[in-house]
């Protein structure tokens, strides 16, 4: 029996490709939804990332639902109006918002696949190249979250993917939507495309600008569909200005340290422009915090595209209208790195300078690195060359792609204490849950309860959300370790508080969770010290004022300040 297609046949290798990302996306749907080796429901399972943008989702069954809470006001209020909308329209359909989540990204990911091909087939117009090429960067999308998420990132990848389509047909009528709905949904993307689209009105062999009429509309139409996309999305969030400056960055603990929750800097300590999540140019497929020397595979990764652009830009002498082939590749680079270099001088006011880069490079990488390594074996396949280099690279190509298709890493997680959360969302509509957990992270998504502070919402690009935010993490460590019954009483009578969670480990060995030094750490720090000298007054007084008992410990707030 033949497994693979004839080497001609264009239909064949599409539609293993496709085959490959169904299998894929099923692995996907029995993670999303199902206990790991069960068949048991798991219907607390929700994405990373998307425990920040769900977290006012409560309001789509009921206007007042969270009323006057910080971090379902603040997450409404930048998630892009028709990102709101699509949830919105799901939950009409009686699709509930993490039920949603957990669906979307199948759509997402076939979508992607789809123009993946067309993509890479109009880059290489072979089929086993095209294949190779959508593969890998199919296989690339598959084990880097942003899909998976359900926020506004996860429509980057494959709305870029649609545009890169029409830029490639030269399409205006295709370019200029996408880049609107781009700039509604994820802007820093929008902004790329649109460079890109101007910089394809250059000719380069000679160097001339085309100023005709159709130059004029489509850059026009494309910037105003840009801005009328990315404007509103500005005022929804000046309300929470003044934006962070790279300079106050420094200046905060949860920034300016290696492994801080939001850091701006390397390992070493000091801004890293080349290797950083947040500033740095290199896509970050190894991870940047990871080693020191992150930075050396990342570019090695990007140096197909490279040489690719390099020889597009020394021998094309493409004009406006023609067809591009590799010069794709040059626009995405001159586009993407000027965008980052704009960004790192207003940071964070254009938001992270990263995402210019590591969101739009990242694609075109992975398919260069297909282009080559799939045109290199098409050639040696059609020559009749079957030397053992050619049976070591498909074999190794092989291996990489099965593994990756079969092994998607969604960042899915669910609750330590599931009786807990069913606990905290049975509770009364105007509940106010406090404390220090990180299980608090999952409450405001999954249960539609407030929460006054969690570290997975401490975003702290508006100092006027992060500013009440970090006050009240600090507050709440106070309030948990303090021996002096009215720090306590001040935290829940001055916060409304109703309901403090922490976690076994607090009331048993005095023991905090360790990831909340990643953002308040000084404050961790203290109230470690302070439980270690004399038991807490809530640790004293728990026993007799427990919700729940479980992992996760639900305490009433007034009968611990009653004593």
């Not at 890293?272 to 050396?296: K, Y």
């Not at 997680?413 to 106010?432: F, H, N, T, Y």
């Not at 000298?533 to 479980?550: F, H, K, M, T």
């Amino acid at each position: 029996m033949k497994i693979l297609p004839d080497i001609e046949s264009e239909r064949g290798w599409r539609n293993l490709l496709f085959a490959g990302t169904v299998a894929t996306a099923l692995v996907y749907l029995y993670n999303a939804f199902f206990l790991p080796g069960t068949l048991t429901v798991s219907p607390f399972t929700i994405q990373d990332d998307a425990r920040q943008f769900l977290t006012w989702m409560s309001r789509l069954d009921d206007e007042l639902a969270m009323r006057g809470d910080l971090l379902a006001d603040y997450w409404q209020s930048v998630c892009p109006w028709l990102y709101r909308a699509i949830f919105g329209t799901a939950n009409a359909l009686g699709l509930e918002p993490n039920i949603f989540a957990r669906l979307l990204p199948v759509a997402l990911l076939l979508l992607c696949a789809w123009m993946g091909w067309r993509v890479a087939w109009l880059l290489t117009k072979r089929p086993l190249a095209a294949f190779v090429a959508a593969a890998l960067l199919t296989g690339f999308v598959l084990h880097e979250d942003s899909i998976y998420s359900a926020t506004p990132r996860a429509f980057s990848t494959p709305l870029f993917l649609i545009f890169l389509d029409g830029l490639l047909r030269g399409r205006g009528w295709q370019m200029i939507p996408t880049l609107f709905v781009l700039g509604l949904l994820y802007p820093t993307t929008a902004l790329v495309g649109l460079a890109m689209m101007g910089l394809s009105r250059i000719s380069w062999r000679p160097f001339r600008i085309d100023f005709g009429l159709r130059t004029w509309l489509l850059c026009g139409l494309g910037a105003v569909a840009v801005g009328a996309a990315v404007i509103p999305l500005a005022g929804a969030t000046s309300a929470w200005e003044p934006t962070l400056s790279l300079a106050d960055a420094l200046t905060q603990e949860n920034m300016n340290s290696g492994l801080a929750r939001s850091a701006v800097v390397g390992l070493s300590g000091e801004v890293d422009l080349i290797c950083q999540a947040r500033m740095g140019l290199l896509p970050e497929i190894v991870p940047c915090w990871s080693t020191n020397l992150a930075w050396l595979p990342n570019l090695l990764l990007m140096v197909p595209m490279l040489l690719l652009a390099w020889r597009a830009a020394k021998n094309s002498r493409f004009q406006p209208d023609g067809e591009p082939g590799d010069l794709i590749h040059v626009w995405a680079l001159l586009a993407a790195i000027a965008w980052w270099a704009i960004a790192v001088q207003v940071a964070f006011s254009l938001h992270l300078p990263s995402r210019y880069t590591q969101r739009t490079l990242s694609v075109l990488e992975f398919i260069a690195i297909g282009q080559m390594i799939g045109l290199w074996l098409d050639r040696r396949l059609v020559a009749g060359r079957r030397s053992g280099a050619t049976a070591v690279a498909g074999g190794a190509l092989t291996l990489v792609l099965l593994s990756s298709f079969v092994t998607p890493t969604p960042g899915l997680s669910r609750p330590g204490d599931i009786g807990a959360m069913e606990r905290i969302a049975a509770l009364p509509d105007d509940a106010v849950i406090g404390g220090v957990s990180d299980q608090l992270d999952y409450v405001p998504a999954l249960t539609g309860r407030r929460t006054l502070a969690t570290i997975e919402h401490s975003i702290p690009y508006h100092s006027g959300y992060f500013g009440p935010l970090r006050e009240r993490l600090e507050a709440a460590l106070a309030a948990v370790s303090s021996p002096d019954p009215a720090v306590l009483t001040d935290y829940v009578r001055r916060h409304g508080v109703t309901v403090i969670a922490v976690d076994r480990a607090l009331i048993a060995y005095g023991e905090l969770p360790p990831r909340w030094e990643k953002v308040v750490a000084t404050p961790l720090r203290a109230a470690q010290q302070q439980l270690k000298l004399a038991p807490s007054v809530l640790q004293q007084r728990a026993p007799n004022c427990l919700l729940y008992d479980g992992d996760l410990i639900l305490l009433d707030a007034a009968c611990l300040t009653r004593g």
